[in-house]
């Protein structure tokens, strides 16, 4: 079975680590790879992630040109992209119910076909 290499619900994670500390692209996407658990996401989707973000206006950036060398598009959560975050916490926690149901139902299964 394939699955895309990114799930829907990048613009969640990234607003929940933005809501943490504002921060640059490239670190974000450190953090991600560092700290998720099953991290599907490759440094395009989170790019394309953030400029959707920013054109909802759920996340501000800047260039900051303060340090020698190249400039770096610096992220900080919106209070829209806050409300955005908790829509998403309301939204994951009924996905969660219905992946918790799924997997207690399926090992009910297989435990009744394990028996028979």
């Known amino acids: 079975m394939r699955h895309a290499k ?3 619900h990048l613009p969640a994670f990234i607003l929940l680590f933005l809501a ?10 450190r953090q991600m790879k560092d700290e998720m658990p099953y991290n599907f996401s490759d440094g ?3 790019y394309r992630a953030l400029n959707e973000l920013e054109k909802n206006d759920a996340i501000i950036a800047h ?3 303060s340090a020698k060398g190249a400039a770096k598009k610096f992220y900080t959560i919106t209070d829209k992209g806050m409300l955005m975050l908790s829509e998403f916490k309301t939204e994951l926690e009924q996905r ?3 992946m918790e149901f799924f997997l207690n139902e399926l090992e009910k299964f297989e435990d009744r076909d394990k028996k028979h």
């Open 6 to 8: 990114y799930g829907r």
């Open 20 to 29: 943490k500390d504002a921060t640059y692209g490239s670190a974000l996407l």
């Open 44 to 46: 395009p989707a989170v």
């Open 63 to 65: 260039w900051d040109t």
């Open 96 to 98: 969660k119910k219905n």
